[in-house]
């Protein structure tokens, strides 16, 4: 009994060594001018009170001083049955590391969630597929109790299957395999206003 929970503690331990935030690998030589353009969501590690449903794509623009911004766009429930698109704006604040970005967010319409999240970049090939994580709440022992994750792709149709083992391992890396939802995409921002 007690060799089983040495062998319990010591499990534990790992994991959260493993799964510290601080440990976390992003992309290296993050290239913002390669990574922007339109990105959809297919995959999405949601946070504690979840926003964005389907129907998720970002559009990220590197201005001529450098600068990064991104308009994004999603199926939203609000009021507990009101489905509609959210267009969201965001500015994003360099923090000395390349790929490691502070995303302020904001609707264009008042009632839409605001924020000021991490926005990391954990890998990404730049014409197919990125992944993407945030951590809201840090708990403390630095795992994180509160993050979320897009699995972005170029394409709408999803991952293509040579890119799906890469993201499956970054998603066990980030401690969170298992965790992700499939996005759908419907045209449901094509068709609301
Ligand atoms: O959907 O639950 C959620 C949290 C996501 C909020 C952030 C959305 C703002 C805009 C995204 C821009 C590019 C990723």
Known sequence: MLRYVVSLWFLTLAWAQECQVGNIQVVQN???HRYAGRWYAVGKKDPEGLFLLDNIEANFIVA???SMTATARGKVILLNNWEMCAQMLATFEETGEPAKFRMRYW???AYLQTGNDDHWVI???YDNYAIHYSCRVLN???TCQDSYSFIFSRHITGLRLEDQAIVTQKKNDLCLLGKYRRVAHTGFCDSSS
């Open 30 to 32: 993050f290239d913002r």
């Open 64 to 66: 001529d001083d450098g």
């Open 107 to 109: 609707g264009v319409a």
């Open 123 to 125: 890998d990404t090939d």
């Open 140 to 142: 403390a022992d630095g």
